[in-house]
């Protein structure tokens, strides 16, 4: 199945009714040779176009953010193209039109494209586009209707793609917010005893590491320790990113950057030494603090949870996901998707609804069991998973789909699910997905999707497949 975004606005709102009446007032007064002089000014001049429009809009430091990726430049080059001249043509489908504007106000509020890029934009074509229209076999009277033509058409599209843009926008919000509310449920309640003890095993692993005969090279950074990618990835939403966490996010940077530092170059001198781990236990002091305080702070919500499985389900992706690939863009990690499908046999009688929901719950568990804290696992569909690997490469992730596939096989194939000692005969299918800095999220689920289709087509018995 291939997730399409659901219209942002049905065709018959009054907006897009609204929108189709002023493009044929817009048409009407406009002659069919002035319409067709533009349309091919459009087209002539459509590459060199959008060479412009990029070189301009790549001075923009925002903008870069977007634009930055050689793959996503040469689609969005050859869409941008197409779109200028779908938008001029002399004969348009008004709906197919007015749906098109609709639909790329939408892909830009999925990304996060800063609302004032989008007029920018508009203006840097209008202007290229006004340029070529002094060159065309117009007479006067004709080439100001042209140019007005440009400035009132391209001035309607902008408003169709802010229009989409806010409502999209708006579900996007609402999303991000009723995420971190249930991750402030599921987090507040399990995650402090567990990020404590994680911090205190990697307390002993250096204390352990400074006592050794032979001490190592480098010490590991408590950004990279279990602790740090929990805390930038699910304590950043389960923190709501306030002031207080960033500033415990500096503390693991002082520690990282000065202290430990300080105690590699410490070696052998006992006295330098002692100095430097009173110095790390004072931080780690504050740490353990600050970190009580945020837990002590954030709230609690039981809402939005998959009845079955307990899990969030999938209308909490678009907030999750973009927020992901942004941390892992800015970062330059590595991160994957692994979309699970557990393909459940048929069952008959009037216990088969409950049968496949108690094998649906054993599967989220293992799922659960088999992911790491600083994961995110959702219910996707009625037999399909979705698990986001942060800072983790195809190597990596290739090693957690075999283990999820082999725990996933052995607890849905033994146990009591049917009310007997009956083995239950499942398969289990995994599609996953590299990030690789495409700023639309539905594009890497798409690519789950087709990677998942292709291991449900294999006969072996552990079928995963990467795309």
Known sequence: MTIKPKPTIDMSDAMATEAARAWQDLLAVTPPKVRQAVADVVRDGAVTLTDEFYERMMRSERATHFLDQERVQKRLRASLQQWMTDLFEVEVDLEQAIGRQIEVGAVHARIRLPIDLIPAGIRVLKRGIR???????????????????????????????????????????????????VTQKRSASLERARQRAALSEWTEALLLSVWAASPPRAFVRLRDAEFGIWLHHKGAILFDNSEDFRSLLESIDTMDQALLPRL???????QRTDAAIVAIKQLLDLIRFKLNELFDRAGSQDDGLDIETHLPDRRYLPAILANVMRTHHDSGRPCCLLLVEVQLPAFKGLTASGTRSRLLQ????????????????????????????VECD????????????EELRNALQ??????????????VAIGIAEYDRHP?????????????????????????AFA
């Open 131 to 181: 340029r070529r229209i002094d060159f065309a076999p117009l007479d006067p009277s004709d080439r100001l209707l042209a140019l007005v033509y440009v400035s009132d058409l391209l001035h309607l599209a902008d408003g169709l793609m802010n229009q989409a843009y806010f409502h999209d926008a708006q579900d996007v919000v609402r999303n991000d917010e009723a995420y971190r509310l």
């Open 440 to 464: 639309d999220y539905q594009y890497l689920i798409q690519r789950a999707e087709s990677a998942l289709a292709e291991a449900t087509s294999g006969n072996s018995r552990a079928r995963i």
């Open 264 to 270: 590699m170059d410490a070696g052998q001198d006992r």
């Open 414 to 427: 033994a146990g009591n699910i049917q009310g007997s000692w009956t083995p239950v005969q499942t398969t």
């Open 394 to 405: 195809r190597s990596k992730s290739t090693q957690l789909a075999n283990t999820v596939s």
């Open 362 to 389: 054993v599967a989220a568990t293992t799922l659960i069991d088999c992911t790491r804290t600083s994961d995110h696992l959702f219910r996707f569909d009625e037999q399909r998973f979705l698990m986001i690997a």
